[in-house]
């Protein structure tokens, strides 16, 4: 701050001493002729360094709220979803088949991958139904969810490509990440 203050007064100094016709004080002459017009290969390596230092800071971060921007919209999507099941419920009396059922069949998570629908009301086969730790059933009318970033998921949430998956449990009761579940 105080070297701003100095270059602003030297200028002011300087435009002062042409207006008036007065010449410029010989302090300010010789720190404008002394011979150093460039940086130092320290000043410019300290700078380079600080300037590194900033973005090893704001990537990750930059990053993680992209992360958390798309899994809360991931989330929003999905419970707008849930509520065109639900009111496909409350009108047939039976949960759809399938999302195209209700006209969200083309609908895409936030990282480009469909969302999936699986009407387990009636399901006798337990080998596509979601788990949490391989024994309970996250929902006992319909599975819906996102496989989250990595596009990768598990039957189980328990397992690690099903950490970051976007999940209704508990028949609506949670809508989230499937880690904060565990």
Not at 16 to 28: A, C, P, Q, V
Not at 134 to 141: E, S
Not at 163 to 175: C, H, K, L, M, T
Request: aromatic fraction near 10%.
């Amino acid at each position: 701050m105080v070297y701003k203050v100095t270059i602003m007064t030297e200028m002011l100094n300087y435009i002062g001493s042409n207006l008036t016709g007065n010449k410029m004080k010989s302090e300010h002459v010789k720190g404008l002729t002394s011979g150093k017009l460039g940086f130092t290969l320290v000043e410019l390596l300290l700078v380079a360094l600080i300037i590194g230092i900033l973005i090893c800071i704001a990537v990750p971060m930059y990053k993680d709220y992209v992360y958390k921007r798309r899994a809360l919209l991931a989330v929003s999507t999905l419970t707008q979803i849930e509520l065109v099941v639900e009111k496909y419920y409350t009108e047939k009396g039976r949960y759809p088949d399938t999302l195209d059922q209700i006209g969200k069949a083309g609908l895409k998570d936030p990282w480009g991958r469909p969302f999936y629908y699986l009407n387990i009301e009636d399901e006798p086969d337990d080998e596509q139904i979601r788990k949490l730790r391989d024994v309970h059933r996250l929902n006992r009318d319909y599975d819906l969810y996102s496989m989250g970033q990595d596009g990768l998921s598990d039957d189980s949430i328990n397992e690690e490509p099903s950490w970051d998956d976007i999940i209704r449990a508990y028949n609506g009761s949670y809508v989230g990440l499937a880690i904060d579940l565990i």
